[in-house]
């Protein structure tokens, strides 16, 4: 059995949770979220809380189990207390601006790039380092794409440790051409 997938999901005050045939859909203060389920699992409401049970013992049910566990966990999560993700950008002359549904992205190339922020996201500058942004959403799966979509356009690179990280993510950095003429 799934060590996750045999794991109940607690669903806190304010959360409600439909399981209406192979929909599921969860609401919260924050908003809603709504999944298919796969066939080879179903879902069994409790007191306060939520299983996930696979129908047979079938290499898709099992594979699946622990999948639809997680995915109904992060929209609870999600609808209750919302996901963040921060990025960091470093380098002279790198900048970021959030403007309502866009957000412009100087990162040494020619031109400005103009990130269009989808429904759902909400992208922030931080009060104090305007080099920070703030991703946060429902839909955890959204808010992690949408960061990694704005860190393609400049990744961290090796040698200086400019460009476009998570915040505490570290970068391992490399010994430069000086380096090797030493000796």
Known sequence: MSRI???AVAIPNGVTV???GPKVSVKGPKGELSIMLLPEVNIDMGEGTLTVNRKDDSADAMA???LTRQLVNNMVIGVSTGY???LEIIGVGYKAQANGKTVVLN???SHAINFPVPDGIEVKQDEQNKNILSISGIDKQLVGQVAANIRSYR???PYKGKGVRYVG???LRKA???AAKSG
Do not use: M
Request: glycine fraction near 16%.
């Open 5 to 7: 997938g045999k794991l």
């Open 18 to 20: 439909d399981v209406e």
């Open 64 to 66: 699946r189990h622990g």
């Open 84 to 86: 963040e993700k921060k």
């Open 107 to 109: 990162l040494g190339h």
């Open 155 to 157: 990744p961290p690179e």
């Open 169 to 171: 993510e570290e970068v």
């Open 176 to 178: 430069g051409k000086t």
